[in-house]
């Protein structure tokens, strides 16, 4: 069997910068959403849920969005049909706004500062379902929020699907490819990620020297880079994988222009990447900034369902 360090080296034969032409929002047939026009939006942070909306609206689909105050961009309002304004925790509203629209499918885009979920009131739908679930665990409190919206007729559909041909093709994506040594760090923290993630701990560690200095909690993928520069200094490595509970539905994992300005104040040196599990937001603005900083960013190959949750061979 073919180690994954072996398949990190194979990445040196592939061309440099090939991918990211193929980056950009397309358009998808309308049957894969099932029949439906009309898609609902549970909008979080980030440019993710206006480009998701953009990208159904292409498609020929009208959009209604539950936008969460303090997180999505105001911007979001101007774009779709409806958008009401939500609070987190008011899961009964949410219910309420997509059934009032006959919304059957929605989709889940963009991020919630998890700090903010501290102390949150829910309403008492939502706190019917942490009763029931017995659980604060995201993959867990995500999967019981999709089993109470199909109670109501609404499905969760992947938030990639209207953005399959944005997600991260594999190959080095920039003009600087990653040394040997850098690719043995890449494979220590793909390693890291998946050890953690049975613990539902975040999706991004940074290496140095194969050492992890730096793991992912409440504070995002930004914070970590940037605390990873002020405990070890530049070249590091950042790994940026699915968990291996991973629920594409509900958390995709995505890079845009911020983590790449991260890297630079941190003077991290290698972004790697799952192929077909991340998505890259302004894909050019990104390979252009990490081009000028000479930043290689590595999309390695996505790994078989039976690689993960296992450690790598040597």
Not at 60 to 83: D, L, W
Not at 152 to 174: H, N, P, S, W, Y
Not at 215 to 242: C, H, Y
């Amino acid at each position: 069997m073919r180690s994954f360090r072996e398949y990190l080296k194979s990445l040196l034969n592939l061309t440099l910068g090939g991918s990211s032409g193929a980056l950009g929002i397309g358009t998808l047939p309308v049957e894969k959403i099932l029949g439906e026009k009309r898609i609902g939006i549970i909008a979080g942070s980030s440019s993710f849920p206006l480009m998701l909306a953009r990208a159904a609206q292409a498609n020929g689909f009208s959009v209604v969005a539950c936008c969460h105050k303090g997180e999505t961009s105001p911007e979001m309002a101007n774009i779709v049909e409806r958008a009401v304004w939500i609070k987190l925790g008011e899961l009964g509203r949410i219910i309420e706004t997509f059934k009032s629209a006959g919304v059957k499918q929605v989709a889940l885009a963009g991020g919630i500062n998890r700090v903010k979920l501290f102390g949150v009131k829910l309403d008492a739908r939502g706190m019917k379902l942490i009763a029931r679930l017995k659980s604060v665990k995201d993959d867990i409190v995500m999967r019981g929020i999709a089993d109470e919206l199909l109670s109501e007729g609404i499905e969760v559909i992947e938030c990639t699907r209207f953005m399959e041909d944005q997600l991260a093709k594999e190959g080095i994506l920039t003009s600087r490819a990653p040394s040997s040594e850098e690719l043995l760090d890449i494979e220590v923290g793909v390693q890291a990620v998946h050890a953690l993630s049975a613990q539902d701990i975040g999706q991004t560690v940074v290496v140095k020297e194969g050492i992890v200095i730096a793991v992912e909690a409440v504070e995002g993928t930004d914070r970590t880079i940037k605390r990873a520069g002020e405990l070890g200094g530049s070249d590091a490595i950042v790994v940026k994988f699915s968990k291996t509970t991973q629920d594409l539905r509900f958390d995709v994992p995505t890079i845009g222009m911020k983590t790449i300005l991260s890297m630079i104040e941190a003077k991290a040196k290698v972004l790697a990447i799952e192929a077909g599990r991340c998505l890259i937001l302004d894909p050019e603005e990104v390979l252009d900034l990490a081009n000028r900083h000479k930043i290689s960013i590595v999309v390695c190959p996505q790994l078989k369902r039976e690689e993960r949750g296992r450690v790598y061979a040597n």
